[in-house]
């Protein structure tokens, strides 16, 4: 199974920036649907980004696009998650997670991923 370890969350002004990290291995670290994911206390699950891993074209919520992008680093088996422009409506705990192999077509899915990390806290102040 795909193991998954995220780090770069931190506490932050509004307006600020920060970077995200998700190590990805396993089988199928070669070619995953790998995402990022958030949920805020008394809210639900929201699907921010996703990448297929070797390559294909990331797809960013609507939400965050514009502010959120996600990329990866093939050397590194790392996919980024950058975020700009934080607001505290941005506070959540930030998770990676994996679909072994492809992306689902359609829309971003939280239930499309069986693979979890453990999560990132972001706490973003006004």
């Known amino acids: 199974q795909v193991q998954l370890v995220e780090s770069g969350g931190g506490s932050v002004q509004a307006g600020g920036s920060l970077r995200l990290n998700c190590v990805v291995s396993?089988?199928?670290?070669?070619?995953?649907?790998v995402a990022w994911v958030r949920q805020a206390p008394g809210k639900e699950r929201e699907a921010l980004a996703q990448?297929?891993?070797?390559?294909?074209?990331?797809l960013i919520a609507d939400s965050v696009r514009g502010r959120f992008s996600v990329w990866e680093d093939v050397a590194k088996n790392t996919v980024y998650l950058d975020m700009n422009n934080l607001t505290p409506e941005d506070t959540a705990m930030y998770y990676c997670?994996?679909?072994?192999?492809?992306?689902?077509?359609?829309?971003?899915?939280?239930?499309?991923?069986?693979?979890w990390g453990r999560g990132t806290q972001v706490t973003v102040s006004s």
């Open positions: 990448i297929y891993t070797g390559g294909d074209t990331p």
């Open positions: 396993g089988f199928y670290s070669n070619r995953n649907c």
């Open positions: 997670a994996a679909r072994s192999r492809w992306c689902l077509p359609g829309a971003l899915d939280p239930t499309d991923f069986s693979n």
